[in-house]
């Protein structure tokens, strides 16, 4: 065993625990040569005078001088100070056969410490550093920069022509045969009232309801009567499941037409996202306010270290780096924004996850990059496109996919060989209606709904999607279609993943392809009110492509793999949809 310096939380006799992490430096006992010793300092060959080291002030005879404690109340200032001096965070320790001592970081600071990443030198990397918010413009927005000055701004225009002939010929068909431009079959299913209103109400209180559960829990812990690390995350889990769970059943029970389901489930998938973003974001800040405290705690504590030596502001830099990357972390101030800084927890209130849940995105941030005001011709414009874009999914819809449909009904009376036979027959007539929704399906959202959106709130990042249609892999298609929500997987699932189970990034990239293949099939299921698994099997199948992807025999053929994502756009959904509908 070691010689230690006793330590001022025990008597004469004893001596101080093992500890030999963080070690900053050593104490040389003695004076320097080129220097006369000082005043009551100890000579180049007797003991360190421990009279003079914070951890040794149970040394009474001598530290009661040095403190001034003596007299009538001397011995209870001593204690006092003894008191005092036990809760510094460091200590020292003499080495064994030298005449010199070690200064040791107490096993609490050290945690703290360890816990943040400061270790050799290492600043600590935050945790949701991951994602950056900007202003930005989608690829198809007029005052996009990069859209305004595009050579094949031509094809876009053609495009919608072709959309508006096409629903010119299927008006014209309709009057034809039916004395009437359009089919109302759909239209009656969106708009029945019972339905709707119902559907609207559950809808409201599913969105706006979520506020009385997410702050008050975050509130809760924040005051430190929840700790999140052990509880609050449990808590929030299983919130997320009842809401799930809840809102689906209740689907389920009002037997609503496929139209509400979807949208119902669809909108409570975004808002389970939101929620989740928000807890888990604010829970980890939660984590790091406390390290904060504790902390400035053990600085304040340090800063009363009686002592000329460097060692005890080398650990001062060293926890004020720390202080420093915490505050960092707590605090957001987006680039060229005036405001003040949104610092934890000063951002749980109210208004901020209402403001919130109403913004496009599912990735909670302290703070985004935000417009000044409203373009109101802007929104008119989008709002407008909206409604044309949902009237040409309709028709679409009434004219070639609902014949179709129900031309499957009447195959399910008829033997398996008898409805494989007449499978490919029903996947080319839906393939080309099928596109036309994907593609319009895609634009509604992404490129019209979530720009009003971001309008209207003032929300500057517009970036929603990338040059999707440019993919020549899986894994870039996933990037890109969907940017929202690939951001709440990367976050949330990805990285998570590898952090807290500690797994491979391949492993990290199956579970978030099968999180991902598991909420689609359950949108499926409520859609078909069939539980099959194709969706599932089929993009967890993207997985292995990935992988052949980057093969020789594919890598750096773009055209061959653009070629076979736009096979894949081109037939998935239609073959997707007459499996669940004929099998």
């Known amino acids: 065993m070691s010689q230690r310096a006793p330590s001022s939380t025990s008597n004469n006799?004893?001596?101080?625990?093992?500890?030999?992490?963080?070690?900053?430096?050593?104490?040389?006992?003695?004076?320097?040569?080129?220097?006369?010793?000082?005043?009551?300092?100890?000579?180049?060959?007797?003991?360190?005078?421990?009279?003079?080291?914070?951890?040794?002030?149970?040394?009474?005879?001598?530290?009661?001088?040095?403190?001034?404690?003596?007299?009538?109340?001397?011995?209870?200032?001593?204690?006092?100070?003894?008191?005092?001096?036990?809760?510094?965070?460091?200590?020292?320790?003499?080495?064994?056969?030298?005449?010199?001592?070690?200064?040791?970081?107490?096993?609490?600071?050290?945690?703290?410490?360890?816990?943040?990443?400061?270790?050799?030198?290492?600043?600590?990397?935050?945790?949701?550093?991951?994602l950056v918010f900007t202003k930005r413009f989608t690829a198809f927005d007029h005052r996009s920069p990069e859209a305004a000055s595009s050579p094949f701004r031509g094809f876009y225009t053609v495009f919608w022509m072709s959309v508006v002939i096409l629903i010119l010929k299927l008006a014209a068909t309709s009057y034809k045969e039916h004395g009437r431009l359009f089919g109302i079959d759909i239209l009656s299913i969106m708009f029945n009232p019972n339905n709707l209103i119902d559907c609207l109400l559950v809808d409201a209180a599913m969105f706006w309801g979520s506020t009385l559960w997410c702050v008050p829990l975050q509130k809760a812990i924040a005051k430190d009567r929840i700790s999140w690390g052990r509880t609050g995350w449990v808590l929030q889990m299983v919130w997320q499941a009842l809401y799930l769970g809840v809102v689906v059943e209740y689907t389920l029970w009002k037997d609503w037409p496929w139209i509400q389901t979807v949208f119902i489930v669809l909108h409570c998938l975004v808002m389970l996202m939101k929620?989740?973003?928000?807890?888990?974001?604010?829970?980890?800040?939660?984590?790091?306010?406390?390290?904060?405290?504790?902390?400035?705690?053990?600085?304040?504590?340090?800063?009363?270290?009686?002592?000329?030596?460097?060692?005890?502001?080398?650990?001062?830099?060293?926890?004020?780096?720390?202080?420093?990357?915490?505050?960092?972390?707590?605090?957001?101030?987006?680039?060229?924004?005036?405001?003040?800084?949104?610092?934890?927890?000063?951002?749980?209130?109210?208004?901020?996850?209402?403001?919130?849940?109403?913004?496009?995105?599912?990735?909670?941030?302290?703070?985004?990059?935000?417009?000044?005001?409203?373009?109101?011709?802007?929104?008119?414009?989008?709002t407008t496109a909206t409604f044309g874009v949902l009237g040409i999914m309709i028709v679409v819809s009434q004219h070639l996919i609902l014949p179709v449909v129900l031309q499957t009904h009447t195959l399910r009376l008829l033997p398996l060989s008898t409805r494989l036979q007449s499978f490919p027959y029903i996947l080319l007539d839906l393939i080309f209606p099928f596109m036309i929704e994907y593609l319009m399906a895609w634009y509604l959202i992404w490129e019209l709904i979530l720009n009003v959106l971001a309008e209207v709130t003032f929300f500057a990042d517009r970036g929603f999607y990338g040059p999707w249609w440019n993919s020549t892999t899986w894994d870039a298609f996933a990037r890109d279609w969907n940017k929202p929500v690939h951001s709440f997987l990367l976050r949330h699932v990805y990285h998570s993943s590898i952090s807290a189970w500690h797994v491979s990034r391949g492993t990290a990239t199956v579970i978030t392809f099968l999180l991902s293949a598991l909420v689609h099939e359950l949108v499926m299921w409520s859609l078909f009110k069939r539980l099959r698994g194709y969706l599932l099997v089929m993009q967890m199948s993207q997985v292995p492509l990935v992988y052949v992807s980057r093969t020789r025999l594919l890598k750096d053929r773009e055209v061959l793999g653009n070629v076979i994502f736009w096979m894949g756009i081109y037939t998935g959904p239609s073959f997707l949809c007459s499996l669940y509908l004929i099998i």
Not at 43 to 51: E, G, L
Not at 284 to 309: M, P
């Open 13 to 130: 006799n004893s001596t101080t625990p093992p500890n030999t992490t963080f070690l900053l430096g050593e104490l040389q006992t003695g004076t320097s040569s080129s220097e006369p010793p000082s005043p009551g300092s100890a000579s180049p060959t007797s003991d360190f005078d421990d009279a003079r080291l914070p951890a040794n002030v149970a040394k009474k005879p001598v530290v009661a001088g040095l403190l001034g404690v003596g007299g009538e109340h001397g011995e209870k200032k001593f204690q006092e100070e003894v008191k005092r001096r036990a809760s510094i965070p460091v200590r020292l320790e003499k080495i064994r056969g030298k005449e010199k001592y070690r200064l040791v970081i107490d096993d609490e600071l050290r945690k703290l410490l360890a816990g943040g990443g400061v270790v050799g030198g290492k600043k600590r990397k935050k945790k949701f550093s991951d």
């Open 275 to 382: 929620q989740h973003s928000y807890a888990f974001y604010n829970g980890h800040l939660s984590d790091v306010y406390k390290r904060l405290l504790s902390l400035e705690k053990k600085l304040s504590e340090l800063r009363t270290v009686d002592t000329s030596e460097g060692n005890v502001e080398d650990f001062e830099r060293v926890i004020m780096d720390e202080v420093s990357a915490c505050n960092a972390e707590l605090s957001s101030h987006v680039e060229g924004d005036d405001g003040p800084k949104v610092v934890y927890p000063q951002n749980l209130t109210w208004w901020n996850y209402f403001e919130y849940i109403h913004f496009p995105t599912v990735v909670y941030e302290l703070a985004y990059p935000r417009t000044k005001t409203i373009n109101w011709p802007y929104v008119l414009e989008k």
